[in-house]
T-cell receptor, first 110, second 114 residues
Framework: GDSVTQMEGPVTLSEEAFLTINCTYTATGYPSLFWYVQYPGEGLQLLLKATKADDKGSNKGFEATYRKETTSFHLEKGSVQVSDSAVYFC?????????FGAGTRLTVKP | DADVTQTPRNRITKTGKRIMLECSQT?????MYWYRQDPGLGLRLIYYSFDVKDINKGEISDGYSVSRQAQAKFSLSLESAIPNQTALYFCATSPAGGTYNEQFFGPGTRLTVL
């Protein structure tokens, strides 16, 4: 069945370091892909999305490209800040079915 | 004001008790969802509703029931709570139609079953 697999955490980086969180998926058809972020004590918020192959989603310095050939949607940021500390979830939506990865906790130290 | 609200935010209960978690939204969305979040497992869908007369089971519906009282309200019930239902529960909404629509999440309810 459909699923999302993302890099296990926790990930700890120093401020201004480069971030990559890997995400791969299995799905029939052509799902839409999402990255959500969860800050402490809050619900999930959409960070970025891509709806078709080769689309690049971007927001707040984060980027992810929909790679159909590798069924991947890796999240990247060139220079992380302490305020980026949160849990990041990769997700895909195929018709009416939305599946989430397990989440990756990122901690950024000053 | 929050667009998706959940009550209560925290609840501690005992095994065998009946619990209701409530969700309200002011976004005017037709679709509403209940998820549970467990460490290392991400979010898993419990139930979803595409309009007031529509209720569908999700990935892990056993032990849960729901009620869609109005477009804006979607309640989750645990008829007889058990300890492995201890989790963080999220309500979400989305507009109708299309596969591109994001979901909007409430702040979550932390439920502990002793």
């Amino acid at each position: 069945g459909d699923s999302v697999t993302q890099m296990e955490g926790p990930v700890t980086l120093s401020e201004e370091a480069f971030l990559t969180i890997n995400c791969t998926y299995t799905a029939t058809g052509y799902p839409s892909l999402f990255w959500y972020v969860q800050y402490p004590g809050e619900g999930l918020q959409l960070l970025l999305k891509a709806t078709k192959a080769d689309d690049k989603g971007s927001n707040k310095g984060f980027e992810a490209t929909y790679r159909k050939e590798t069924t991947s949607f890796h999240l990247e940021k060139g220079s992380v800040q302490v305020s980026d500390s949160a849990v990041y979830f990769c997700a895909h939506r195929n018709n009416n079915d939305m599946r989430f990865g397990a989440g990756t906790r990122l901690t950024v130290k000053p | 004001d929050a667009d998706v609200t959940q009550t209560p935010r925290n609840r501690i209960t005992k095994t065998g008790k009946r619990i209701m978690l409530e969700c309200s939204q002011t976004k005017g969305h037709d679709r509403m969802y209940w998820y549970r979040q467990d460490p290392g497992l991400g979010l898993r869908l419990i139930y979803y509703s595409f309009d007031v007369k529509d209720i569908n089971k999700g990935e892990i519906s056993d032990g849960y029931s729901v009620s869609r009282q109005a477009q804006a309200k979607f309640s989750l019930s645990l008829e007889s709570a058990i300890p492995n239902q201890t989790a963080l529960y999220f309500c979400a909404t989305s507009p109708a139609g299309g596969t591109y629509n994001e979901q909007f999440f409430g702040p979550g309810t932390r439920l502990t079953v002793l």
